[in-house]
């Protein structure tokens, strides 16, 4: 059986880059195990596809953000499986339906104060009643409350945990956010 983890590696990025583009995958050759030439990130992402392997890590199960950061991949919990990261598919899905706008904007209605992610979070899964570990709650509750911060109802009001390429990309692990009103 042929390996199929890809590889990425940073081509020279210049100081005008898109952010976005540099996060998503650009300014960066992928090299397969296997030998086969992948010419960008699409290519990449069908090959681990085709591979069953993670198309968010390549198989190598861990997310290179930025040349200077790299983390576990959320994905596929750090396997570099497509299984896993299909089941995680799954279970958000799961909770867009089981998680709706309307039961975080009740959770955050209560609060006065700034409040965490991971306070919200815990609110929502008890008030539902989702024992741990049995749906992205988390994640799913941070979707929402980008959603409300990107609507004008919330403002970010944290700082971030890590500056990974000057003020363009940002790593927050567990921000804080209050009303737009207050």
Known sequence: MKKHT????????????????????????????????LADRAAAELHAAETNQCTTCLGSTVEHIVPSFSQ???????????????????AYMEAETAIPVEIVRK??????????LSQVADTVR????LPVGRLPVGPRVRDILRRLEADGELV????????LRGTSVMLYRDPYWQHASD
């Open 6 to 37: 890809i590889t990425a590696l940073w081509e020279e990025i210049p100081d005008d880059a898109d952010d976005l583009v540099l996060v998503r995958g650009g300014f960066r050759v992928y090299l397969c195990l296997c030998g086969k030439q």
């Open 72 to 90: 576990p991949c959320t994905a596929c919990a750090g396997t570099g499986r497509r299984k896993a990261q299909l089941t995680w598919e799954l």
């Open 107 to 116: 959770v955050i209605a209560d609060f006065t104060e700034p409040f965490q």
């Open 126 to 129: 008890d008030l539902l009643g």
């Open 156 to 163: 970010l009001v944290s700082a971030p945990d890590e500056m």
